[in-house]
């Protein structure tokens, strides 16, 4: 089994930046990617980055491109979001999850295999 912890969640202004973590535990990492979503509320969860394990390449959703920045400790086993330029509509739960998965498959939830219990961003405007 592996285990994901989420953790840097907070009420911010619109323009300030945050930076999530999530550590990973449980099992080698070395055939998943690693990937953030994210839920409004009463709205689907959704792709916001990915990052692949051994290479280190990364993926965007193109509302958060440009903004955040995925990333990869692989001593400290944890995964980074750093969230700049921060808008009242990033807000949501954002969620860790680890999963086998390809660049063509990764936005889809189902994929999946293990998820964190989520952490909240609130950005006010």
């Known amino acids: 089994q592996m285990q994901l912890v989420e953790s840097g969640g907070a009420l911010v202004q619109a323009g300030d930046s945050l930076r999530l973590s999530c550590a990973v535990s449980g099992r080698t990492l070395n055939s998943y990617v690693l990937s953030w979503f994210r839920q409004a509320p009463g709205k689907e969860r959704e792709f916001a980055a990915a990052v692949g394990w051994i290479a280190g390449s990364t993926y965007y959703a193109d509302s958060v491109k440009g903004r955040f920045t995925i990333s990869r400790d692989k001593a400290k086993s944890t995964v980074y979001l750093q969230m700049n330029s921060l808008k009242p509509e990033d807000t949501a739960v954002y969620y860790c999850?680890?999963?086998?998965?390809?660049?063509?498959?990764?936005?889809?939830?189902?994929?999946?295999?293990?998820w964190g219990q989520g952490t909240q961003v609130t950005v006010s405007s």
């Open positions: 999850a680890a999963g086998v998965v390809s660049a063509m498959t990764m936005r889809g939830l189902g994929k999946y295999d293990y």
